[in-house]
T-cell receptor
């Protein structure tokens, strides 16, 4: 069973702090890794993707991938109340183009 | 650029009725995915197409569900007959080369 695991939260972070979201996956053949943000009542929105080990930065967001340990994380610097949402981790297997989805972590940024 | 377009945005129907959900993918994208999202089960892949051909429909819950993609710019997901347990938000997503997926706004289906 190929799985993607996330802590469901809620994760509460004060405004201006760094929010750290984590995701582990079971299939070592996983090739591509995605972070989506979903506001309540809205559709998932792609915010970051990463393919190689290491860090990838985009504005206030940094995705970190460690294939040896099979985890991917998302850091949000200078957290804003507008970052409050559910963050979904998704993993693309080598064998096909399906994304395996985590259940999501609910993030709450407190002013 | 227009994103993925879905219609209707909301659908309320009675048990036993036929429901048809529609999706227009992003122009040039060659993969199209249908998902269902509920609080209990999260985001579930129902079926996906590549170049209008269904590739994997193992997520389709039962024979009451069917999906078609008659051309590169249109797909439908049909439920016949509908049941209350089909109530969920149905998303369509598209991608190029099977990588990053971009989601439509979803159709919120309520079956009474």
């Amino acid at each position: 069973q190929k799985e993607v695991e996330q802590n469901s939260g809620p994760l509460s972070v004060p405004e201006g702090a760094i929010a750290s979201l984590n995701c582990t996956y079971s299939d070592r053949g996983s090739q591509s890794f995605f972070w989506y943000r979903q506001y309540s009542g809205k559709s998932p929105e792609l915010i970051m993707f990463i393919y190689s080990n290491g860090d990838k930065e985009d504005g206030r967001f940094t995705a970190q991938l460690n294939k040896a340990s099979q985890y991917v994380s998302l850091l949000i610097r200078d957290s804003q109340p507008s970052d409050s949402a559910t963050y979904l981790c998704a993993v693309n297997l080598r064998s096909n183009y399906q994304l395996i989805w985590g259940a999501g972590t609910k993030l709450i940024i407190k002013p | 650029d227009a994103g993925v377009i879905q219609s209707p945005r909301h659908e309320v129907t009675e048990m036993g009725q036929e429901v048809t959900l529609r999706c227009k993918p992003i122009s040039g994208h060659d993969y199209l995915f249908w998902y269902r999202q509920t609080m209990m089960r999260g985001l579930e892949l129902l079926i996906y197409f590549n170049n209008n051909v269904p590739i994997d429909d193992s997520g389709m819950p039962e024979d009451r569900f069917s999906a078609k993609m008659p051309n590169a710019s249109f797909s439908t997901l049909k439920i016949q007959p509908s049941e209350p347990r089909d109530s969920a938000v149905y998303f369509c997503a598209s991608s190029s080369l099977g990588q990053e997926q971009y989601f439509g706004p979803g159709t919120r289906l309520t079956v009474t």
